[in-house]
Structure formats: structure tokens, C-alpha cells
């Protein structure tokens, strides 16, 4: 058997956990029945490992079976590493009219155009997402099956999520997705987090949100919970105000999971009192970064419980509004940039 | 902009009436569902974020015998926001019927200076200072507890006994040495 084949199986195997091991290997489909028999999930990983090993060699499995396994286990659990959202722009006539079979093969002969070892697998999953896998090899070594790309793309939507991509690998790929999506731009949307479908759901808008309204609104009665009649808030009022605010800013009921936020300041300093930092020309550099479990919540929180200012801040509103996570901020410079709010938060 | 009165409402016959004050409102509600469990008198109790109180409700607020400023040591905020909430005060009530509750002191982030600083406002306004542990039910339970003693007093029901008498005892006093370095 291959050495590769059998290195890509081992790390495989790794990294799946144990409890996900069975089901994984049986939604695979390629052990028989015996074989799937003499597994027994209760020996350490290391022995496992061994005996799928020797499955392997029994089975003659080959690369591409490897794989299926793989993008089993990933698509299943796709909240894991880093995920890039890229915008696609300028649609061409025909863009919303690509569909599956004609997409594949175009990506692929478009990717296989530009680079010349490449092993490219796509597959549709039932959610509407096609995943695609990508093994780079260079012009003289061949794919290597241990450091693949994931690039998942709704077809007819202009948004792809992509995990580990090199800078160097990044034009091939933006090209190759440009000419089979049928459009003609592809840009970074600036948003990137640990957790897929919460960056999926933040770009397509598929969470709860509230709109104004000016008139009284349900949110009251949904949080008025049966409280003793001795205590009384002397502010409820404003509470409640705040916590439309909030969920206006930020929405309601489970918000997708961000990692972080980070704000590039290149502004010039302002402080009246600091006479020489402030005459300054050139711009105060410096980096922002909001890091948390779940950043949405723990910014909306902020915001009812008054720690932050209400109605919220566009710089900080402007995370789930325009659903990016990466802002340079400028003074009133032209480009792509929020305008500058220092004095808030 | 109001102040807050001590004596311009009619007292309610065997009822106490006390104020909270939290600019992050964590404590505040199991605190108040630990004092109204009180079965001998009835006691009220009003939750803030900050003084001024709403006008709104000025007509049904029943007369507040005790106002109990609750400071974060974690949070500068917290503190600032109880200093700014004094002004809105009538002098009458630091005769006894004002208490600065500490929670988290135990907590290895919090400056010593916070602390000391605490210690000086309570003691320049003749306050009693109270530590509470926020995180277990038995710490809240105690703390309460301990609000009432002085709340019962503050309303008046206890003979013999005067807010201003028990704040003579109470009140938190600041060591002269504090803003000397220690040599330890």
C-alpha cells in the first residue's frame, strides 16, 4: 500500500474523537459487515488505528476512499479551524442559472488549467452546500492529502467559505471560482470565525432580528416573568427601552457564534487635554480586538445591561448590519471605512 | 432633578421600605428575593440602576427608610456610578439610613486602592460598610440578613433604638495609618 495513502488514514483516524469514530465509519459504507464485526470501538485509538490500517491494505482502498471518509467527517463537523467568508461580485447574465453538474466541471477544469497536480472531489450536501475539497501539489509534487482546502459554496448565492487556503494558493482558487460561479469579482468579506454555520448564518441572515418600531412592543409581555409584589424596579422603563435597542443592534434569540472582532484604527489622536499627541500628523495606529465565546451576545449584553451606550454604536452594530468582523477605521478618508466614533464605548 | 427625601412620605403601619441601588444589577434581584422572605415585618423593596429615581413613579413610591449603595470592586464603573447617585440625596438620610454594600472583595484583580477608597467615602459620610459574597446562595442570605438588622432599625421598629443611634456604632472607620506605605 501506499505510504501516503496510509499517512492520511493514520491522521485521519486521529482526529476524529472516539465517539464519533462508529458512526462516521458507518455512514462511510465501504467496511463490511464482518468487518464492521471485528472493530471494537472500546480499544484505545492507537489499536484502532492498526486494525483499520490492515482493513485498508485487505480492502485495497485508495486515496479516493480516504477522502469520502474525510469529507464525511468534515462536512458532519464542519465547526472546526478557521473559516474565511469571500463575496463574489459583478454577476454575469447566466449566474443564477449554474447549477451543480455544469459548476463542477468547469471548477475543475478551470482549477486543473492553472495548476497541473491537483485532486479536486466535490460534494453536494443536503443542506444546498457544495463542498469542495482541494489536495494542492505543485508542478512536481503530487496532491498532498494532508494539508486539503475546504471551500463551501451555496450555489446561487454570492458568499464562499473557505478553511486553510495559503496566500499563495488564493488566486488559483479566487480564479477558478470566479469563471465557474459565472461572475467576475471575488472579494474578502472580512469575516472570519471558528464556527461555520455561524458565519453562514450571519451572511445570509438567517437569525432572529428585530425592526424598530415605535410602537409598544411584545417584547414586554414576553419578558415579564411572575415576580413578587414587594419588588418593584424604579427603572424598568429604561431597561426595557435598552433591551429593544440591543436586540434592534444585534437581533433576538440565539445570535451566531463570533470569535472575535477587530478594529484597525488609523485615525489621527484626539484629546484636548494631550496637546502634543494631538498635533500630531501622522495617524495613531493601533489594532482593537473584542475577542469572546459568543462576541454577539456578550456585545448585547453590554448594551441592555448598560455597560455600553444605547442606541449602539454603528461601529458596533455595524458587525451584525454588515456582517464582517475585520473594519479599518479612517478619518472620513474615502474607501470602504466606518466613520470614526472615539468618545463612545 | 429630585432628591430623594427621608421623611416627606407617611410611614406604612409594620412595613420597612428599602432601596437598592446597582449600576450592574447582578446582586440587587437575588437580594431582594432574599429580603422579602422577612415574615415579621413586610418590607418592600424598590431596585435602581443609578439615582435619580423616574418622577413617574414619585406618587406611588412608598417613603424609603434605608438606601443601600451596592459597589462592584471588580468594576471602576460601579463605583463611580454610586459616587454620582450621592448627590441625589437628601442630607437626612446619612443620618443613619444610608449603607454601602462591597461584593467580589475577594476577588485577586481588584485594586487595594479601589478598596481603600470605598473604606474613605463610607467613612466620610458616617455609613455603615458591609462585605458580600454574591456567588453562593448562603452569602446572599446572610448579607440580607444583615440588612435587615439595620433596616429594621432605620423604619423604626425596634424600641428603643434610632438610626442615627445605631450608625454611631456602625459606621465605617477609616485606620489612620491607611495612606501610609506598609512595611510588610
Redesign the interface.
Known amino acids: 500500500m501506499d505510504e501516503s495513502i496510509k499517512r492520511t488514514m493514520q491522521r485521519l483516524v486521529r482526529r476524529i474523537p472516539n465517539q464519533l469514530l462508529k458512526p462516521t465509519l458507518d455512514k462511510w459504507g465501504r467496511l463490511t459487515a464482518a468487518q464492521k464485526q471485528s472493530l471494537d470501538f472500546t480499544q484505545p485509538k492507537w489499536a484502532l488505528t492498526e486494525r483499520l490500517l490492515a482493513l485498508c491494505e485487505e480492502n485495497e482502498w485508495t486515496a479516493k476512499h480516504i477522502i469520502e471518509l474525510e469529507m464525511i467527517y468534515v462536512i458532519d463537523n464542519p465547526n472546526q479551524g478557521m473559516w474565511y467568508a469571500f463575496q463574489l461580485m459583478d454577476p454575469e447574465d447566466d449566474a443564477a442559472s449554474v447549477e451543480l453538474a455544469q459548476f463542477k466541471e468547469q471548477f475543475k477544469s478551470h482549477l486543473r488549467e492553472l495548476v497541473k497536480h491537483v485532486s479536486v472531489k466535490i460534494k453536494k450536501h443536503t443542506d444546498e452546500a457544495v463542498w469542495i475539497r482541494i489536495a494542492w501539489g505543485d508542478g512536481f509534487t503530487r496532491p498532498n492529502h494532508l494539508k486539503p482546502t475546504y471551500v463551501v459554496h451555496h450555489l446561487q448565492t454570492p458568499y464562499v467559505f473557505v478553511s486553510s487556503l495559503t496566500s499563495k494558493q488564493k488566486p488559483l482558487l479566487s480564479q477558478a471560482l470566479v469563471l465557474s460561479t459565472r461572475y467576475n469579482v471575488i472579494k474578502d468579506a472580512n469575516l472570519s470565525g471558528r464556527k461555520l454555520t455561524a458565519i453562514r448564518d450571519l451572511l445570509m441572515r438567517q437569525y432572529q432580528q428585530v425592526f424598530p418600531t415605535k410602537f409598544p412592543s411584545p417584547l414586554t409581555e414576553k419578558n415579564e416573568t411572575v415576580s413578587?409584589p414587594?419588588?418593584?424596579?424604579?427603572?424598568s422603563?429604561?431597561?426595557a427601552n435598552r433591551l429593544q435597542m440591543a436586540c434592534e443592534a444585534f437581533g433576538d434569540g440565539e445570535l451566531p457564534q463570533l470569535q472575535s472582532a477587530v478594529y484597525k484604527l488609523e485615525t489621527k489622536f484626539k484629546d484636548p487635554t494631550n496637546k502634543t499627541m494631538t498635533e500630531q500628523e501622522e495617524p495613531f495606529k493601533c489594532v482593537i480586538k473584542f475577542a469572546s465565546t459568543n462576541l454577539l451576545e456578550s456585545l448585547k449584553q453590554c448594551a441592555t445591561?448598560?455597560?455600553a451606550s444605547t442606541p449602539v454604536t454603528p461601529l458596533l452594530s455595524s458587525i451584525p448590519l454588515k456582517g464582517r468582523n475585520y473594519f479599518v477605521i479612517t478619518d472620513n478618508g474615502p474607501g470602504p471605512t466606518t466613520q470614526m466614533h472615539t468618545s463612545q464605548k | 432633578m429630585s432628591l430623594l427625601k427621608p421623611f416627606s412620605k407617611l410611614p406604612g403601619l409594620n412595613t420597612a421600605n428599602i432601596l437598592l441601588v446597582e449600576s450592574e444589577e447582578q446582586l440587587q434581584q437575588k437580594l431582594a428575593e432574599a429580603l422579602v422572605e422577612e415574615t415579621a415585618v413586610t418590607v418592600n423593596v424598590r431596585l435602581a440602576k443609578s439615582l435619580p429615581l423616574p418622577m413617574e413613579n414619585e406618587e406611588h413610591r412608598p417613603r424609603i427608610d434605608l438606601v443601600v449603595f451596592i459597589i462592584n470592586l471588580t468594576s471602576e464603573l460601579s463605583f463611580q456610578s454610586a459616587e454620582a447617585s450621592l448627590k441625589y440625596l437628601d442630607p437626612g438620610y446619612f443620618l443613619g439610613k444610608v449603607c454601602f454594600t462591597v461584593t467580589k472583595a475577594r476577588n485577586a484583580s481588584v485594586p487595594t486602592e479601589r478598596l481603600d477608597a470605598v473604606r474613605k467615602l463610607a467613612a466620610s459620610l458616617h455609613c455603615p460598610l458591609v462585605f458580600a459574597e454574591d456567588q453562593t446562595p448562603d452569602g446572599v442570605t446572610s448579607a440580607a440578613e444583615r440588612l435587615l438588622t439595620i433596616l429594621k432599625v432605620a423604619a423604626g421598629l425596634v424600641p428603643m433604638a434610632t438610626a442615627l443611634y445605631l450608625s454611631n456604632l456602625t459606621r465605617c472607620t477609616v485606620p489612620p495609618d491607611i495612606d501610609q506605605p506598609s512595611f510588610d
Not at chain 1, 230 to 235: A, L, Y
Open positions: 413578587n414587594c419588588i418593584e424596579k424604579e427603572q422603563g429604561a431597561a445591561s448598560g455597560i
